[in-house]
């Protein structure tokens, strides 16, 4: 797999994303969900809200890992289960007033508030966040046969929310290893069916998204 | 070009990649899909079940499997005085060899004696114990009268672990265990290395008068190897070397000692098909190598091999409904100083059952059929129902027969002027009835069963002419007993103490003479109560056991007993602790076989280094 400009994106990821940790910090609300299953029947959600410490040590492995990862081109985003926090995701076109400007004033404030415009103007990313959180914790389960082969994994799934609030073009971006795992996500994920709401969400974008699905068995 | 970029807070390495490998698209976080791990015995039956975890063995710092067991649910267990000395597990009061032994899935012990040596079998190499108790020849075949122990060692898990234990205490007992285990790119290992010694007591009064020492040094190995949608690769080795000096009760100054080798090796295929079928093969074997000495000349040598070859197909009907089938191949292969008849038998078992859970019930329906060379064919089977009335709450029944194959020493024990084998016994015979009420809430779990077995056949060794003072002995089945009890065992937490307590409450009787049948307690209590304080965890274990009659007749009576068990660890950092015992509190002196002499009080201290 390709990317078209490499560099020329590289600098404008490093570069809003300075401007995002510090805009996150401030404001973030991190959400994690949890879908635990009971044996068959009772599924538990539970929605954690964390503070925004955890982005602040993140931002510091920021210089580290950077150069590293020009050269590889097929690593597969690898989440951290633990500290991963919230992601309201901000879609921005090229052609958008960018915050540049503010990063590299170093300007906390302005980016914060640059970035909450531009969130607001575009697409209103907490609620699309929300919506997918909510649809995918009631269909979600463990499928029976993994469990009682004590498989266990993470499934990459990518898709795209089309600007009726579609979801199509599911794919397996990365298989768990085990296809009923990959399959019983896929299946979640066409279930949902909020698409007025996304809809209104998405305010007329066209959005592309990767979903990671950790299955995990916990001893009782 | 339009170039359209969504962020996240995700590690930036994680970003970029995403980015490289399709710049368009955004990561959301996670969802995080959890369930139960289930383990397969607990889950598959309706049967009373006890599992001891390698953190309960740890929290307990007990040194051997009896003292684990003791006083627990329908544990009943007696020995010869001390680590190492001849150890009785009566469960369920049944006799010592209708209790299944069972590590990594093949049988443990030896085929001429017909019992397991759970006194020789080294904690330090076991990761979980599964109890289960009542009938279970229907899957497991002969000896699962009382119930079933099975015993897993070590494996590994994703997280590299290593550990460290030296320990010792009173007796000038030592211990040292070590051991690593995690995963790599091939797989996940486990190994683990064992040494303990003790100079123990004096065990008989009528015996040589010097202190009957004990010691083993085991090693155990597994590896195990996911193979995706295909199932998975596993292989486990166990090996226990022991020597035990014992008293000969009959000639003070014998000096008579035991070297016993016990080994098994495991090999086992899981493979999937689709969904719904599970497929288990498993080839096994296991050693018991038994060399007697007495005044350090060769005195006797009983050496046990057993084969297994087995397949499992368990096929899920639905979510809730399984049919397993099954066929085991088990050779037994003795060899001995003495010059047996036979030395060799196959059992061809065939064995299917059905699990349904329907709303608020479950209902298990097994049979299994062995056909033996030297007993013929039995059919054994069990039906087991369970009513979950309440979310927390459920009632169970159920009705079983089980048998008991006899021993290579019953069938075929050379004739030495004093005793001969009896090559026509049959098998010994089972039924069992039982209910049982359940509770698992927040805070509370407790189960309390009660239950009647009647076991026909059983083997004796009777004079051939009980008139004749010197006749020989010739074993038969004669007896019957009937026995029935009830168990509670309730688990909680009141003021932040960890509360275990355990009733056994039991009427064993010769169905014949209306006798208590030896060596069994009719009442018998165990109470743990732990607690942590931060870094410091502390705990007390009191066992309680009723009187026991040492003889058949019911003329011989040992009196009960109580005993207070200290124990404490200490952390001093995430990876070292430090741990301490104090058992029979009060030095109490009790007997469970007449004259011979159990443990004093004793102390042991040891420091345990783990890392993950």
Redesign the interface.
């Known amino acids: 797999m390709t990317c078209a400009a490499p560099h020329k994106a590289a600098v404008f990821i490093a570069l809003s994303l300075v401007l995002h940790f510090i805009g996150l910090s401030i404001v973030s609300v991190k959400t994690d969900v949890v879908i635990t299953e009971q044996g068959s029947a009772n599924i538990e959600i539970e929605l954690s809200k964390k503070n925004s410490s955890l982005t602040t040590e993140k931002s510091k492995s920021l210089p580290q890992k950077k150069p590293a990862s020009h050269h590889i081109a097929t690593v597969s985003p690898r989440p951290l289960i633990k500290t991963t926090a919230i992601k309201p995701i901000i879609e921005k076109q090229l052609d958008e007033p960018r915050p540049i400007a503010a990063a590299n004033n170093d300007r906390k404030i302005t980016a914060t508030t640059t970035t909450q415009e531009n969130s607001r103007s575009s697409i209103d990313t907490t609620k699309i966040t929300s919506i997918l959180n909510t649809e995918l914790s009631r269909y979600f389960h463990y499928p029976r046969a993994a469990q009682r082969r004590n498989w266990q994994g993470q499934v990459l799934l990518e898709f795209i929310i089309l600007s009726d609030g579609d979801i199509s073009q599911i794919k397996v971006n990365k298989s768990s290893g085990y296809s009923i795992l990959d399959n019983a996500a896929m299946e979640a994920l066409n279930k949902i069916e909020q698409r007025t709401q996304l809809a209104l969400a998405i305010n007329g974008h066209k959005l592309a998204q990767v979903l990671p699905v950790t299955y995990r068995l916990i001893n009782h | 070009?339009?170039?359209?970029?969504?962020?996240?807070?995700?590690?930036?390495?994680?970003?970029?990649?995403?980015?490289?490998?399709?710049?368009?698209?955004?990561?959301?976080?996670?969802?995080?899909?959890?369930?139960?791990?289930?383990t397969q015995t607990v889950d598959n039956t309706l049967a009373p079940v006890t599992v001891i975890s390698r953190s309960d063995i740890e929290n307990s710092q007990a040194s051997s499997v009896a003292e684990l067991l003791t006083g627990m649910a329908g544990m009943d267990i007696t020995s010869q005085g001390g680590l190492g000395t001849n150890t009785s597990l009566f469960l369920r009061g049944t006799n010592t060899n209708h209790t299944l032994f069972l590590v990594d899935g093949i049988r443990l012990g030896s085929a001429t004696l017909g019992t397991t040596a759970i006194e020789l079998i080294p904690l330090e190499q076991i990761d979980r114990i599964e109890i289960v108790r009542g009938p279970r020849s229907s899957l497991y075949g002969s000896e699962a009268i009382g119930g079933v122990v099975q015993l897993f060692t070590r494996q590994g898990s994703e997280a590299t672990q290593t550990n460290l234990t030296a320990g010792y205490g009173t007796h000038n007992t030592a211990s040292l265990s070590a051991g690593t285990s995690g995963a790599t790119d091939i797989g996940s290992y486990s190994m683990q290395a064992a040494a303990t010694k003790t100079d123990g007591i004096h065990v008989h009064d009528d015996g040589h008068p010097d202190k009957d020492g004990y010691q083993n040094q085991s090693v155990t190995a597994s590896f195990k190897k996911l193979l995706?949608?295909f199932g998975e690769a596993a292989l486990s080795l166990f090996h226990s070397e022991a020597d035990n000096d014992y008293d000969n009760i009959y000639d003070a100054t014998a000096i008579n000692e035991s070297h016993t080798r016990q080994n098994t090796i495991n090999a086992s295929l899981?493979f999937?098909a689709g969904?719904?079928l599970?497929n288990n093969i498993r080839l096994s074997q296991q050693r018991d190598e038994f060399d007697d000495f007495e005044n350090a000349a060769a005195n006797g040598s009983f050496n046990t091999l057993r084969k297994q070859a087995l397949w499992q197909g368990d096929y899920?009907l639905r979510?809730?409904q399984t049919i397993s089938l099954g066929y085991e191949v088990l050779t037994e292969e003795i060899e001995t100083s003495g010059n047996y008849a036979e030395t060799e038998r196959d059992n061809h078992a065939l064995f299917g059952q059905l699990q349904s859970?329907f709303s608020q019930q479950a209902l298990v329906l097994a049979v299994r059929h062995d056909n033996n060379d030297a007993i013929g064919h039995t059919t054994t089977g069990n039906i087991d129902w369970r009513w979950n009335f309440s979310s927390e709450a459920n009632i169970t029944a159920s009705y079983g027969r089980a048998f008991k194959a006899p021993t290579f020493n019953d069938l075929y024990w050379p004739d030495n002027g004093y005793t001969f084998g009896n090559p026509n016994l049959l098998a010994e015979e089972s039924r069992s009835a039982e209910i049982g009420a359940n509770i698992k809430s927040d805070n509370v779990r407790a189960s309390f069963n009660i239950y009647k077995t009647r076991i026909e056949n059983l083997i004796d060794w009777q004079a051939v002419d009980p008139g004749d003072p010197f006749s020989p002995w010739t074993p038969d089945n004669v007896n019957n007993a009937v026995i029935s009890g009830m168990e509670t065992r309730i688990e909680t937490r009141l003021f932040n103490w960890d509360l275990a307590f355990n009733l056994n409450l039991i009427d064993p009787r010769d169905e014949q003479t209306n006798n208590r049948l030896q060596r069994r307690a009719l009442k018998e209590a165990r109470l743990d109560l732990d607690r942590e304080f931060g870094k410091l965890a502390t705990g007390v274990s009191l066992h309680a056991a009723g009187g026991r009659y040492d003889d058949a007749a019911n003329t011989d009576l040992l009196p009960g007993y109580g005993l207070v068990n200290l124990r404490s660890s200490y952390a001093l950092n995430k990876s070292l602790s430090v741990k301490g015992k104090i058992d029979n509190l009060f030095d109490k002196e009790y007997e469970t076989i007449r004259d011979y002499n159990n443990l004093g009080r004793t102390i042991f201290v040891s420091l345990s280094y783990n890392i993950e």
Request: charged fraction near 20%; proline fraction near 2%.
């Open positions: 070009m339009q170039f359209r970029l969504i962020q996240t807070t995700l590690l930036v390495s994680s970003i970029f990649s995403s980015c490289l490998a399709n710049a368009e698209q955004g990561l959301l976080n996670p969802v995080i899909v959890t369930a139960t791990r289930t995706g949608n899981k999937f969904d719904k599970d899920h979510d809730d859970e």
